[in-house]
């Protein structure tokens, strides 16, 4: 007899990430793949952050420190909260699971934008809850219709900010506005994955950890995985209320963060300089892909990210498959309902020209 499984979960259409490099290399028989697909960071981690996991390496016999006791006071003195506020995960996307499955029951409902990160539908249908779908307006957030989406049985909102796929964010006093009039028993959750690349050089980009003292129901993740370059090591964290994070604790995975994650994110913390300079790499190739995407006249969403969404003018699915011919690995975004746009995340200067001649010779 075979188990008969949760009818609901027939209905979720499973994640599709980009294709690894060596999964092209092999299919196509390649030599050169390069890869432009997964907001990833082309630069890796910093050689503190190498040294690092070389030695949390030899400790791998060990279950790692199941409360991230290390990184957990280093994180709370750098973002001054307290230790109790402080959730880590198996990347950031892990939390949002963790909250859906903590806050939202059958029949519940969780509002989201579209499109956005596809994991916020995808866990909220497993838990037998209803996305509710807000489209973006002019890709950006609509928090007003969000607003007006909300009902007695919305237990969630999702605020990608900055978003994916569209890369814009919303900003301060948009926040602010949206907040004063949701219900204190709404989750609304931040998720910053992109943080990193915009809060230093947007002033009205909001502080989400600063708003949680007016709005207990406020949760903040961010991940180690893009501008820090640790997305294979899986580690990111949540800010919340301490009653919020003893809920999602209890949920947690015991050993859910890594020993070399943990070491890893530690050291990221103390290297500054280095992870300023790669942001600063990848905003000076954003504005040569801005250069370029005009010169090709193709339209594009302004960005404050490591990617950026580009309507290539025809079928997009068409464009892609030629890009992966020549090697380039790109995001087609028809799955996500965006007809002839592809999205691309920023590698270095060499990749990104490998790009531009591709598609230039495309188009």
């Known amino acids: 007899m075979i188990a008969v499984a949760k009818k609901n979960i027939f209905k979720i259409k499973p994640y599709v990430p980009g294709k690894p490099m060596a999964e092209v290399r092999r299919e196509l028989g390649l030599n050169s793949v390069i890869k432009l697909a997964s907001n990833e960071s082309p630069f890796g981690p ?18 790692p420190d199941g409360s991230c006791y290390y990184l957990r006071r280093a994180l709370a003195r750098k973002l001054k909260v307290s230790e109790n506020q402080l959730i880590f995960g198996n990347g950031s996307d892990e939390l949002i699971v963790l909250a ?20 916020y539908a995808i866990a909220t249908q ?12 002019n890709f950006r957030y609509d928090l007003m219709s969000m607003k007006a989406a909300i ?61 949680l003292k007016k709005y207990p129901n406020v949760v903040t993740t961010r991940t ?19 009653g919020i994070v003893d809920v999602l604790n209890r949920l947690r995975e015991p050993f859910n963060v890594n020993v070399i ?32 995407f005009c010169k090709l006249g193709l339209s594009f969403v302004e960005t404050v990210t490591n990617f950026m969404l580009l309507n290539v003018g025809s079928n997009s699915s068409r464009v892609a498959q030629k890009l992966l011919k020549q090697g380039v690995i790109i995001r087609d975004m028809a799955g996500w309902g965006l007809k002839g746009y592809i999205r691309v995340t920023i590698g270095t200067k060499q990749e990104n020209r490998k790009f531009i001649k591709a598609l230039r010779g495309i188009l």
Do not use: W
Request: charge should be neutral; aromatic fraction near 12%; include cysteine.
């Open 46 to 63: 910093s050689p503190k952050v190498e040294r690092a996991m070389a030695h949390a390496a030899k400790q791998v016999n060990r279950y």
């Open 261 to 292: 994650a943990q070491e890893a994110a530690l050291a990221c913390l103390n290297d500054t300089v280095y992870y300023r300079a790669v942001a600063q790499k990848i905003e000076d190739q954003r504005k040569y892909f801005i250069d370029n």
């Open 224 to 242: 180690f995985s893009k501008l820090y370059g640790l997305a294979g090591l899986r580690i990111g964290y949540g800010v919340a209320d301490a």
């Open 151 to 211: 009902t007695a049985k919305t237990k969630i909102i999702f605020i990608g900010n900055p978003d994916n796929p569209s890369g814009t964010y919303v900003t301060k006093s948009q926040v602010e506005n949206f907040l004063k009039d949701v219900s204190p028993d709404v989750i609304v959750f931040f998720d910053e994955a992109y943080f990193e690349f915009v809060h230093s050089r947007r002033t009205d980009y909001p502080d989400t950890i600063a708003l």
């Open 126 to 137: 497993l838990e037998g809850a209803k996305p509710v779908y807000v489209p973006l307006r």
């Open 100 to 119: 859906i499955r903590a806050f939202a029951s059958q029949g519940d409902e969780v509002i989201m934008a579209k499109p956005s990160f596809l994991i």
